[in-house]
Structures are given as C-alpha cells and as structure tokens.
C-alpha cells in the first residue's frame, strides 16, 4: 500500500528556513509526480510544489515561488520541500501527496506542521 510519511516541520521565526521530508513507499517512486500541499486554518488546501517523476521539471505556486524549492532522490524514494524566508502566512499544516488514477483518489501523508511566528 502507499504510503507518505512527512517530517521536519516545526516552529520558526518569520526569515527562517525549514526543510521538509516525505518518505514513500507502496509504489514505483521513480515513475510517479509528487506534489506538497498545505492547509492553514479555516481555508483551502493549496498545492504548493510540484516535481515530475524524474526531477526534471518543477512548479510553484506564486505565493511561494522564490523562496520554496522541492526536490527528490529517486535512490531513496524521499521528497523534500526546502523553506526559506519563511513567512508567517506560511503557516499550515503541510502535507505530502501522490495523486491517485483518478479524481479523490490522492495518497497523503499524516502532515508535518509548520509554524511561522516571532
């Protein structure tokens, strides 16, 4: 079975950096697109990142573009979301993803919560 489990979220004052990871298993890493997602309080999940199965192409949404950059080691089926000048609208909990054969059927992980606050 899929499996995503994230880590490394925490609490940071607002200019700080964190780095997030995604450990998965159940499925042909190397083959499949991988995506983070957020969720703050009382709104939307949001895409945040995208990466294409091999590394080669990534895509941001422009409330993060510039700052985050997501990457992945194929050799160790992980995923990373690296975090600079961080924001407190940054705020959410983060989430690790692999979309499914179809719509609703999205993998997820449990979440790593990111705190931005002085």
């Known amino acids: 079975q899929v499996q995503l489990v994230e880590s490394g979220g925490g609490l940071v004052q607002p200019g700080g950096s964190l780095r997030l990871s995604c450990a998965a298993s159940?499925?042909?890493?190397?083959?499949?697109?991988m995506n983070w997602f957020r969720q703050a309080p009382g709104k939307e999940r949001e895409l945040v990142a995208t990466?294409?199965?091999?590394?080669?192409?990534?895509n941001y949404a422009d409330s993060v573009k510039g700052r985050f950059t997501i990457s992945r080691d194929n050799t160790k089926n992980m995923v990373y979301l690296q975090m600079n000048s961080l924001k407190p609208e940054d705020t959410a909990i983060y989430y690790c993803?692999?979309?499914?054969?179809?719509?609703?059927?999205?993998?997820w992980g449990q979440g790593t919560q990111v705190t931005v606050s002085s």
């Open positions: 990466i294409t199965s091999t590394g080669g192409s990534t």
């Open positions: 993803n692999k979309r499914g054969r179809w719509s609703g059927s999205d993998y």
């Open positions: 159940g499925f042909i890493f190397k083959m499949s697109d």
